[in-house]
């Protein structure tokens, strides 16, 4: 790597005057110095560099919660604490709040040098092995509608369990943030949420594992939120890590997308590689996604989208009308099969394993089989 480039906090100029003489080494490039205070924690969120070297020369305290912050914002760096003489209680906390390690400032310049050198090059090698598996071997699927009702968790649910039934590991999300019923589809009646996870505040992937529920199809559950006011607490960055991750351990992560298109659903569809665009064939409906689209445009996702005809063949409006108005042909049209998708939700199995040979089940099936065959 070129050299490491350092973003150096510390409360008194003394310290921060003090470690900058202890890295003079033209492997390493101080790019800014500042306090971890509040005005810091701007600073360290626009600045472009690869190490945040927390330095004190007393005992480190308020440093912890500034690594903390910071870890869950920029998952490009890695975290340094610089303190005299950690305890096993300091590494302990050092590693809760994401610092990769904590270097003791009495043990030499150039000790010191070599720590920060062979941390921020490891850490560098395994973010960008991750970069280059999940640019190979997922995808991330989000199934979408600004319009409730259309059948967005049936096609999501649906989808997740034909990949899994050819043995793919799937992960299924609930980001239907407010009124997610993913669990209600999967006959999943308690388990810990997404709100949940993204309170422990760490998204490594073992962690994340521990938030999924295996169902018994194979599918590896997240549910969404028990109470809408904890969607609030999801942010675009907790979407973005969870997804990174997952993408990198699954062979297809499914996204059941609520009827939002807020900043988190935005970073979601940021992250698909493919978006399925649910609609039904009612006018109002077709209009609200003819506007939905346009957005879509702007946000420059129409590349990656696809439209989804579902419960077909119950309306005067036919899918050619749909193809006319949204001038876009759909890639899959499920049929109205209100007996088999009304005894799927009721029993809380998916449709394609309690109504197997039904119309819109083998639809279903056709399509996943096709997206396998694409990858
Ligand atoms: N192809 C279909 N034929 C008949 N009924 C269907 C079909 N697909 C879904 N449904 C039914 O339509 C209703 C809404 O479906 P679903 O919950 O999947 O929609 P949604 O878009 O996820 O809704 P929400 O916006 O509330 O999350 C459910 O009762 C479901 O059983
Ligand atoms: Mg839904």
Known sequence: MDSVRIMLAAFSAEDRKFISGLLQDESLRIVSAFQPDKDGLKKAGAQPADVLLLGTRGKADRE?????????TRSDITILLLAPGPSATDIARAMESGIARVIDIESGESAIR?????????DQNRRSCVVKVSSYDSKVVACY??????????????????????NKKVALIDLSLQFGDVGVFLDITKGDT?????????????TIRSYLIRHQSGIMV?????????????RPEHIESILSTLRTEFDYVVLDMGVSLGDSAISAFEIADSILFIVNEDIAALHDAKRSLKVMEALNLQDKTSIVVNKDGVSTIKVGDVTRLLDMKPVLVVPFDIKSAVMAV?????MLNCASRSKASQAIRTYARSMVRRV
Do not use: H
Not at 222 to 234: D, G, K, T, V
Not at 346 to 350: S, Y
């Open 346 to 350: 009721n029993r809380g199995i998916p």
């Open 64 to 72: 912890y919660d500034f690594a903390e912050r910071m870890y869950t």
């Open 222 to 234: 997240m549910l969404s939120s028990n109470s809408p006011e904890y969607a609030e607490l999801i």
């Open 194 to 206: 997404i709100a949940d996870m993204v309170e422990e505040r760490t998204f490594e992937l073992s």
């Open 145 to 166: 509608s600004p319009k409730g009702g259309v059948g967005k968790t049936t096609i999501a649910v649906n989808i997740a369990y034909a990949l899994a039934s050819m």
């Open 114 to 122: 070599t720590q920060i050198l062979t941390t921020a090059s490891r």
